[in-house]
């Protein structure tokens, strides 16, 4: 298995590699978010019970969860790919990285926008400066300082480090996200999902939500290998095997 | 389904205004990110076909003149 992840890791590095690889790994990411969306959609829309409190506007964890999840899943994978960028001098790294951050801003401003939209029925407002929230808004502006530094920063290998950089320095956030709700007192519900133990709803509302975070991850696979594809022909445009395949149409 | 008719669901117990436009908009930004970069890679590809084939335009275009050169 180790030496299996290690050869996958060497192989990924080569963008010819990863350029072929993934084009035969695209119809599957897409097969797979069409399926979990589709029948996560329906089942948490329709078929959930609605929740005994606060009715049906419950319905609402089924994009903001998935949302908040990816949010921060997200976040740590542009860092990870961060250290392997500035540890291993991959280059793939750096274009997984850059292709990570337009999805992640997308999922934190839907998780902090669903989330304001079911705040107003169920706590009467639909913004407050408490822990979680203030933490996922800070979230929200390390994608987008790291999509700006991106633009700003001219050599390309530049801008990919000072974005490494600013990736990994911002990972102590996800803690803060992760424990706000216990650190401080929040408004905020505790985590839906934790891997000790069984959720605290019943299993008709939250193998949904789960069928949804998996659409969302196919989603991601698929919207990042699309962008980093485009990005990799960008960069190894003076390869032969580029120009090869961009000849053939 | 846990509605008793469609146009109960569609109201959400009253909640339609929150769930709808909350799904409404996740439907929006999630076909953003299929639509953009879907654009962007045909576009990439497209462009990057076109300069391949003026650079080799240029390149023809100087080899001849590289020979009328030694010819004279």
Known sequence: MWKWLKTLYHRLGSPKWFYQITGSWLPWFAGAAVVFLGVGLVWGLAFAPADYQQGNSFRIIYIHVPAAFLAQSVYIMMAVAGVVLLVWKMKMADVVAQSLAPFGATMTFLALLTGAIWGVPTWGTWWMWDARLTSMLILFFLYLGVIALREALQPQEVAAKACALLAIVGVINIPIIKYSVDWWYTLHQPATFTLTEKPAMPASMWVPLLIMLLGFYALLGWSVILRARAEVLKREYKAGWVKELLQRK | ?72
């Open chain 2, 1 to 72: 389904m846990y509605f008793d008719s469609l146009s109960d669901f569609f109201n959400m117990g009253g909640h339609a205004l929150y769930v709808w436009s909350a799904f409404a908009i996740s439907l929006l930004l999630m076909l953003l990110n299929i639509i953009l970069p879907w654009w962007n890679f045909k576009a990439t590809r497209l462009q990057l076909q076109r300069q391949l084939r003026r650079e080799a335009k240029q390149q023809a275009n100087s080899s001849i003149t590289e020979q009328q050169g030694e010819q004279v």
